[in-house]
């Protein structure tokens, strides 16, 4: 990405006691919940309706979260199919200081799926 393109992130939240261990650090469980969350908000939006996680590739982390850290999740769309929508998802942490790190992406994969749990088309309006 080019440094005069603003990003914007689909979500941000705060990392609280609830989400780290006894060390302070966030478990890697509420993260996978964020990044699921932030993913099916876009693809929902482009499904107009309900989605289904399908396939997530392994991440690992470069740094770690930490209490107070808010934690900004991108996503960009790499493919979409008549089904269904591959997006990465990147994860950065804003420190209490400001300092900005990144934390992981990864590759998921959405299906758009109807009122019964089956697959359904993109364009169509669940």
């Keep these: 990405m080019d440094s005069n393109t603003q990003r914007f992130p689909t979500l941000r939240v705060r990392a609280l006691p609830t989400a780290t261990n006894a060390y302070g650090k966030v478990q890697a469980g509420w993260l996978m919940g964020q990044i699921d969350l932030a993913g099916s908000l876009d693809a929902e939006r482009l499904a107009r309706g309900p989605v289904a996680t399908v396939a997530v590739n392994a991440f690992q982390f470069t740094h770690p979260i930490l209490l107070g850290d808010v934690v900004n999740l991108y996503v960009e769309r790499l493919r979409v199919g008549q089904k269904s929508?591959?997006?990465?998802?990147?994860?950065?942490?804003?420190?209490?200081?400001?300092?900005?790190?990144?934390?992981?992406?990864?590759?998921?994969?959405?299906?758009?799926?109807?009122?019964?749990?089956?697959?359904?088309?993109?364009?169509?309006?669940?």
Excluded: H, P, Q, Y
């Design 85 to 126: 929508v591959t997006l990465k998802i990147a994860v950065e942490a804003e420190r209490l200081d400001g300092e900005l790190v990144f934390v992981t992406e990864v590759i998921a994969t959405f299906v758009a799926v109807d009122m019964d749990g089956k697959s359904r088309n993109l364009a169509e309006v669940a």
